[in-house]
């Protein structure tokens, strides 16, 4: 069975400062492992995807996250907040490409 | 980039009456489509998936007469919520997806049953 944990449901940061989400994920083979953003009242908007080959994977708006075997972990970061980085994001694993299971998210807020 | 359409954003139902939200593929032919909800700051659960022409697959707990799917097509899925009630108001969101693209997601939409 697979599952994602998202440590932190909300996570505050000053502009300008790190951006870092945590994902720890359990899965029985080797997963794929997403990372998405949610705007209010809109749906998901996929960040970077991790499937196979290099474990840095970067994504659009600057995110990269580092796919870590050993530590089952996919945590997203960014090295300076803007204010448009403020919404929801989810974590989210797949081994078969069809069934996702989304973590809880963690909501970001960057303070000016 | 791929684009899926969620019609409509937003609906208010009194209760009793039904609702059918759909899911569109603009610009690719959804092999699978899938339906979430989405309970306030909580993570998108897993409703059903849709595959073209056939029978949609419920997750366990999710009641097959109330939520009803079709895809009749490549690019159309929609959800029909019969006898709503408030119970059922939440945030629905659909995927799409062709072959192995990955989940491209529709904006959702708000229903509140009055």
């Known amino acids: 069975a697979q599952s994602v944990t998202q440590l932190g449901s909300h996570v505050s940061v000053s502009e300008g400062a790190l951006v870092l989400l945590r994902c720890n994920y359990s899965?029985?083979?080797?997963?794929?492992l997403f990372w998405y953003v949610q705007y209010p009242n809109q749906g998901l908007q996929l960040l970077l995807k991790?499937?196979?080959?290099?474990?840095l994977v970067k994504g659009i708006n600057g995110f990269e996250a580092e796919f870590k075997k050993s530590e089952t972990s996919f945590h997203l970061t960014k090295p300076s907040a803007h204010m448009s980085d403020a919404a929801e994001y989810f974590c989210?694993?797949?081994?078969?490409?069809?069934?996702?299971?989304f973590g809880t998210g963690t909501s970001l807020t960057v303070i000016p | 980039g791929a684009v899926v359409s969620q019609h409509p954003s937003r609906v208010i139902c009194k209760s009793g009456t039904s609702v059918k939200i759909e899911c569109r593929s603009l610009?690719?032919?959804?092999?699978?489509m899938f339906w979430y909800r989405q309970f306030p700051k909580q993570s998108l659960m897993l409703m059903a998936t849709?595959?073209?022409?056939?029978?949609?697959?419920?997750e366990q707990g999710v009641e097959k007469d109330k939520f009803l799917i079709n895809h009749a097509s490549l690019t159309l899925s929609t959800l029909t919520v019969t006898s709503a009630h408030p119970e059922d108001s939440s945030f629905y969101i659909c995927?799409?997806?062709?072959?192995?693209?990955?989940?491209?997601f529709g904006n959702g939409t708000r229903l509140t049953v009055t």
């Open positions: 849709s595959n073209e022409g056939s029978k949609a697959t419920y």
């Open positions: 995927s799409a997806r062709w072959g192995d693209s990955p989940l491209h």
């Open positions: 610009d690719f032919q959804a092999t699978t």
């Open positions: 899965s029985s083979v080797p997963p794929y």
């Open positions: 989210a694993v797949s081994v078969d490409g069809n069934q996702f299971y």
């Open positions: 991790y499937t196979t080959g290099a474990t």
